[in-house]
């Protein structure tokens, strides 16, 4: 049984392999229990390598740094894939609203731990890791450390220890503070409910299909492109029903009659002035349409094809090579407009209106073929991460700041990563990643990366708790509380936020999974994702930032 001890109290290569998959193994099975509903999840594995560390487990050093690092690396760089679509698109209008009160959560959070910092006397390394762990950022705390070691050529690990005593009352709080701002205001989710209803009836990116007759003396005789500049709006006509029952594709040259019949496919904000131009609406459904155009079907075509991302449906020119109409295309889940100027993306699912044949040639066009979604795309991931890595190790050199400032191995992935996944179409890079592939490379990478900050943190987790680490816990609470309670109170009050998007924003201030799934089961649908998603983007990059600020400034 020789061999049996070597493996489990060596610290070589196999080992080390061993460890980690127990503790990953040990702190995913622990992360699944629920206490109040609310579960840490995923960062159970933390704790699983803060236990086996402090009963004797020991890995090789060199071995747990490289894991810990290019662990950090996939996870960012997924992360930044995921959200970069929609990063820079999450700053107008309403979006605009819900990011300045995000990046206020963040920066407040920030001058509250240098206050606690320079009141208390308590190190900054200790208080960057309290501010990680406060607001359950997870990149924060390995921009840190990699930002200490590049400051001071040294680990220090009291970074990991402040993020691990303050991480369980981080989640607790975010929460706290949603059912806190809920009781202030007294919120009737009924009520709420009622005016998100509203809201989306007002909603510019929404799709809605709507059937007119025209009765507009002013539209008899012209054709559709006519109409279509005087509109003005977000239009498109798919199918025409002539006053004789003739059935016809919509084109630019189709010539409206009185009492014609029209398929329009617009916004709910844009419904009721494209009524009023064109006629009256009537009651024809969509299947009815179909039933009159028997000769023509509706198919949603899947973009594939690699030479195709990237190219708008003007280029592609599909209505005069096939006959075929483009009504809508559907990107993530959400309807848009089939406007001339709108580019494709890999994954993007088109409506096409038109022949069978027709259809079969937009087809060969575009791919359709799942199996090719599937295929891993290798190439752009470890492009981007080659340069994430390089952009990450140039230093910068900002007036009034000591040392150089580096975006380091977390933000110079996630830049890449945004970039690449916003303007790779148009460089012909195939960016694109099932939602699972994209999930199990974030996984594994956030998964190694716990485990190593938990091995290389257990030794001194206990006596950290004995001597001061009740104390980083209180100032925990201090940092996640009062910034989102201040900034709930201010979207709430002053920015009319509707309760369900304001829960959103707090747990995507914070960028924690676990709040949102307490919001989402709140709200009972997904509002509160929406308003997550839009400032996810901004408040990772302003987290990852400002953790390697504060180390470069303080340290």
Known sequence: MEWLNNLLWNDGVAHTILLLALVITAGILLGKIKIGGVSLGITFILFAGIAMSHFGFRADHHVLHFVKEFGLILFIYAIGLQVGPGFFSSFKKGGLTLNLLAAGIVLSGVGITVLLH????????????????????????GAAQEAYIGVTGAGNPSIALGYAVAY??????????????????RINLSKENERLAAMEADNKNA???LSLEVKNPDLFGKDIKTILELTGRKIVISRVCHAEGKIELASSKSILHEDDKVLVITTPRDREAVTGLIGRAIEMSNEQWNKLSSDFVSRRILV????VSGKTLAQLNLRNRFGVNITRVNRAGIDLIARPTLALQMGDRVMVVGTLDAIAGVEKVLGNQLKRLREPNLIPIFTGIFLGVLLG??????PGIPQPVKLGLAGGPLVVAILISVFGPKLKLVTYATMSANLMLREIGISLFLACVGLEAGEQFIETVRHGGLLWVGLGVIITVVPLFVF???GKKWCKLNYFSLMGLLAGS????????????TAGHDTP???????YPLTMFLRVLSAQLLIVFFV
């Open 118 to 141: 320079l009141a208390g006397h308590i190190p900054m390394p200790a208080m960057v890791g309290v501010l990680s762990g406060a607001v359950t950022n997870t990149p924060g705390l």
């Open 304 to 307: 594939t094809l690699s030479e």
């Open 510 to 521: 914070t960028t924690d999974p676990p709040a949102l799934s307490y919001a989402v089961a």
């Open 168 to 185: 369980p009352l981080g989640v607790v709080g975010i929460i706290l503070s949603m059912l806190l701002l809920r009781y202030i205001f």
């Open 393 to 398: 190790s140039i230093p910068f050199v900002i």
């Open 207 to 209: 799709v809605c299909l």
């Open 488 to 490: 709930g109170i201010i």
């Open 529 to 535: 994702s929406i308003s997550y998603a839009s400032v």
